[in-house]
């Protein structure tokens, strides 16, 4: 019998609004959910591509450090946003996380997105196994 996936779960990163985890670990592998704008608190953040872009970071990075990892240990990102006439900004953020590990992107412009936020970000991660 396979690995059992273990959700991962903090409180540094708001609570899931639906039926599903933050993120599941099973053997080195982390699969996180979308994250969106949203503070721990549950309030979406005011502004515009950039602030929503940084709180989502801080998101993610709030629920890869819950499971042991980092941006450092992101093998795959999936970027969903509202309108691509705000990649350019969206990407500036983006690269300042990432810094000089770039790991597989795939960004895709959504018709709307939960809350009718501007950005949603995915990411798995390879993580050491205890």
Known sequence: MGQR???????EAPAAIGPYS???RIGNLLFTSGQIP???EGALVEGG???QTHQ???NLRAVLATAGASFGDVVKATVFIKNMDQFGALNDIYASYFSDHKP???TVEVARLPKDVLVEIEVIASISVE
Do not use: G
């Open 56 to 58: 989502v970071f801080a």
């Open 22 to 24: 933050q993120a599941m």
């Open 49 to 51: 591509i950039e602030e």
């Open 5 to 11: 996936p273990e959700p991962v779960s903090t409180a």
């Open 104 to 106: 597989a992107r795939s």
């Open 38 to 40: 949203l503070t721990p």
